[in-house]
Each structure stands twice: as C-alpha cells, then as structure tokens.
C-alpha cells in the first residue's frame, strides 16, 4: 500500500480535482542540509516543476532556509543512514484544477534524493499566516487612566493610601457589558 502525505480529515488517498473544482494545498519541505548552498534554488525549482506538469497554481511561496531541525532526522543512502539536525525549510501552497493529480506530485517529491522530509497538507486560499493586530478598546466610563506619554508611564512614586484607594476603586468597579 502506498504512503500518502497528510491531506486532511479521514483523507486515505489524494484526490484529483474534477469538474472545475479547485483543490488547495500547501507542501512543506526538508531539503538536505548536505545540498550545496548555490545548489538550493535550483532543487527549489525542481519541486515547482512537479507542480506546474500537473497544472498547479502557486498562490504563495517561501525560498528554503537553513534552520535548525527539533530532533535529529535519518535518511538512508545506499543502506548507510546519516543523520541530519539542520535543514533547508521552504513552503510551496498551490491550487490544483481539473486534470491536475496530487498523487503525481507526491510520487515526485518521494522520488527526489535531495529531499530529507515533506508534508503535503490540504489548506485554504486565503492567506492564515497573519493574524489582526491586537487593538485596545478604552471604556471611557472607567475611572482608572491608562497612560500614554513616558512622562505619566514614569510619573511619581504612588503612595500606600493611593495604591489602597486604585485597589478598591477596581475591587468595587462592576464591568458593563
């Protein structure tokens, strides 16, 4: 039986996009660390390739960089393992449409000596990666000021009375919502 990479829920097998119905992944990658430098672009581009022959849109992408792996990985060469504790990362996300095979794809990366581990996930389009900024609401019934300058950051020493009488006033205060 096959292995298959990660592709969602109760996923067994990869799928082929049918009838216009466009299908999202993302494939993360390990590339050796053992691979040249000026060599990295080029594998790199080896793995858009496998994508374009099955006719995948790339949405986003980021370029491998050497990082620091969590554990320590093996990879066999010829029936000698060597371990690896650093590789080149990069992401590729992509859409498939009719025609296009995900199978293909994850036969390709496999078959790529270069790659030390990858993992094909199914993801939506839009961009998950940035979250809002956090923004602070000001409840302009409130008593207690916030403050804004370095001038009332740094303020005055607040006496014992002071800090007692900003305890109780927050203890006391009901929240509205």
């Known amino acids: 039986?096959?292995?298959?990479?990660?592709?969602?829920?109760?996923?067994?097998?990869?799928?082929?996009?049918?009838?216009?119905?466009?299908?999202?992944?993302?494939?993360?990658?390990?590339?050796?660390?053992?691979?040249?430098?000026?060599?990295?672009?080029?594998?790199?581009?080896?793995?858009?390739?496998?994508?374009?022959k099955e006719k995948a849109?790339?949405?986003?992408?980021?370029?491998?960089?050497?990082?620091?792996?969590?554990?320590?990985?093996?990879?066999?060469?010829?029936?000698?393992?060597?371990?690896?504790?650093?590789?080149y990362f990069g992401f590729i996300k992509f859409a498939l449409t009719e025609g296009g095979d995900i199978t293909k794809i994850d036969q390709a990366m496999k078959a790529n000596e270069s790659i030390l581990r990858y993992i094909v996930v199914k993801t939506v389009r839009e961009n998950t990666m940035y979250s809002p900024k956090i923004t602070i609401f000001s409840d302009k019934e409130s008593k207690i000021k916030i403050p804004t300058t370095k001038a009332e950051i740094i303020g005055k020493p607040a006496s014992v009375e002071e800090i007692d009488k900003s305890i109780d006033e927050l203890l006391t205060s009901e929240v509205k919502v």
């Open 1 to 52: 039986m096959a292995h298959y990479a990660n592709l969602g829920p109760m996923s067994k097998k990869p799928t082929v996009a049918k009838n216009n119905e466009e299908k999202v992944y993302e494939v993360g990658y390990h590339l050796l660390s053992s691979v040249a430098e000026e060599n990295i672009s080029e594998e790199a581009a080896k793995i858009k390739a496998y994508l374009s």
């Open 57 to 87: 849109e790339i949405i986003s992408e980021e370029a491998p960089k050497l990082r620091p792996l969590a554990y320590p990985i093996k990879k066999a060469f010829g029936g000698v393992y060597k371990t690896f504790d650093k590789a």
